[in-house]
């Protein structure tokens, strides 16, 4: 690949994949940018820093973009940077829209310029919209875009540009819309560790008033395997959905931390919904696996435990940044009559 740039580096899925390029591609020189926001931690490249040139910046910052991309002569992006808090999207839908749509045209711009020869974007399975709990349906590379809450729709117009500047200027460009991840060093924000470090201070796990809305989920490690496939494998102009079939609602997330740390299900507690919650996604993975020979490797329940055991055993990588989180859930009846 010769010299790859990370957007997003410094965030959950973003500093994985920094960690299993290095592992999996030595010889690749790794350039991580990244605006280091709330969510981006620098202590999640500290076992590759002396493998890696970091570059503090914006995606949406197009002079710094393309002096980044000439100055280490980049040969393709990896672009993770965006806003992904679905409760903070709905108290600050600017902020998505700006970073994710414009950011991404940014980026977009700055690459065709320079002339990158490949820029893979990652998305989400939530600019489809949703589905029925009962439904049957999975989301497909062809279904239509039917985005429900502001960072669905700015993920959705993200992925929108790309295809534009691959048809308009013939930049070298793939997509993957993954299912939910989960993993170690995923801000506490997300339901997981959410749950999980909420659970170790012996709190409450808040679960929205619709306990039983699904999500499909993939071990992180498994989506930057995905990832690494389109890559190398990928077909240019082509979107690549990566998911496992495997369904579970937050009811049953919170058992599960509950039970690997062996605590009652006394602690779930039950507090309002939040506006636009979608009910259920689930994607067609086949043309991943079919196509380029990809398939998960990680177990889900055991994946999810291995995680549980993580944030118990890292408490001083989580506990300074719970004062960063932007949301505090469960407000929503309350919300719209202050803004």
């Known amino acids: ?12 899925i973003g500093s994985h994949f920094v960690r299993h390029w290095r592992g999996t591609h030595p010889e690749d020189r790794v350039v991580v940018v990244d605006a280091l926001t709330y969510a981006g931690n620098l202590a999640n490249l500290d076992n590759v820093r002396d493998g890696i040139v970091f570059e503090h910046a914006s995606i949406d910052d197009l002079v710094a973009m393309e002096r980044v991309l000439r100055t280490h002569r980049v040969d393709a992006v990896v672009n993770f940077a965006a806003e992904s808090h679905n409760s903070y999207a709905v108290l600050e839908p600017g902020r998505f829209f700006r970073t994710n749509v414009l950011g991404t045209q940014t980026l977009l711009e700055a690459a065709r310029r320079v002339g990158v ?11 489809y919209g949703d589905l029925d709990l009962d439904s049957t349906d999975l989301f497909t590379e062809s279904s239509p875009y ?3 809450t502001p960072y669905n729709a700015s993920k959705a117009g993200a992925d929108h540009a790309v295809r534009a500047y691959h048809h308009t200027f013939g930049l070298p460009v793939t997509i993957s819309n993954c299912a939910n991840n989960y993993g170690s060093h995923q801000f506490p924000e997300k339901v997981v560790p959410a749950f999980t470090t909420a659970a170790l201070d012996g709190k409450r796990l808040q679960m929205y008033a619709q306990t039983q809305n699904r999500r499909e989920w993939i071990h992180v490690l498994d989506h930057c395997r995905a990832i690494e496939a389109v890559l190398e494998r990928g077909e240019v102009g082509r979107t690549y959905h990566v998911g496992t079939g495997v369904e579970a609602s937050v009811e049953q997330i919170a058992d599960l931390v509950l039970d690997e740390l062996g605590l009652p299900s006394s602690l779930k507690k039950i507090v309002p919904d939040r506006p636009g919650h979608d009910r259920r996604y689930v994607l ?3 043309t991943l696996r079919d196509e380029l020979g990809w398939r998960p490797r990680i177990d889900f329940a055991e994946g999810l435990r291995e995680t549980v055991r993580w944030y118990a055993e890292h408490r001083s990588w989580w506990e300074p940044l ?14 719209g009559a202050d803004r």
Do not use: K
């Open 322 to 335: 719970l004062d960063r989180a932007p949301v505090a859930e469960g407000g929503w009846a309350t919300a």
């Open 117 to 127: 020869g490949r820029f893979h974007h990652v998305s989400t399975c939530e600019v």
């Open 284 to 286: 067609d993975w086949s």
């Open 146 to 148: 039917r985005p429900r």
């Open 1 to 12: 690949m010769g010299t790859l740039m990370i957007t997003g580096g410094a965030g959950f």
